[in-house]
């Protein structure tokens, strides 16, 4: 059965950085397309960024040229590198392989 759990959130001004990381057990992770999501109260649950099995990454259009996706398949490691962080950026941020496994969330809150 697999299993995902997520780590690096937490309090940050605007402006500045977090990683996120999300570590998976139980599937063969190389096979799957790896995504970020995240979701606030009230509104709609959002991919952030993906990586496919193959390496391609897409992102939303709001983070682009803010946040990177990577991964290493060695380690069943997935990755959210958040740059110039945004109050609108505030949300739980939620770890999926493919359509089938997902994390707990961690939460990013950005505020001065």
């Known amino acids: 059965q697999g299993q995902l759990v997520e780590s690096g959130g937490g309090l940050v001004q605007p402006g500045g950085s977090l990683t996120l990381s999300c570590e998976a057990f139980?599937?063969?992770?190389?096979?799957?397309?790896m995504r970020w999501e995240r979701q606030t109260p009230g509104k709609q649950r959002d991919t952030v960024a993906t990586?496919?099995?193959?390496?391609?990454?897409s992102y939303l259009y709001d983070v682009k040229g803010r946040f990177t996706i990577s991964r290493d398949n060695a380690k069943n490691m997935v990755y959210l590198q958040m740059n110039n962080l945004k109050p609108e950026d505030t949300a739980v941020y939620y770890c999926?392989?493919?359509?089938?496994?997902w994390g707990q969330g961690t939460q990013v809150t950005v505020s001065s």
């Open positions: 999926k392989a493919g359509a089938t496994f």
């Open positions: 139980g599937l063969q992770f190389n096979l799957y397309d």
């Open positions: 990586i496919f099995h193959d390496g391609r990454t």
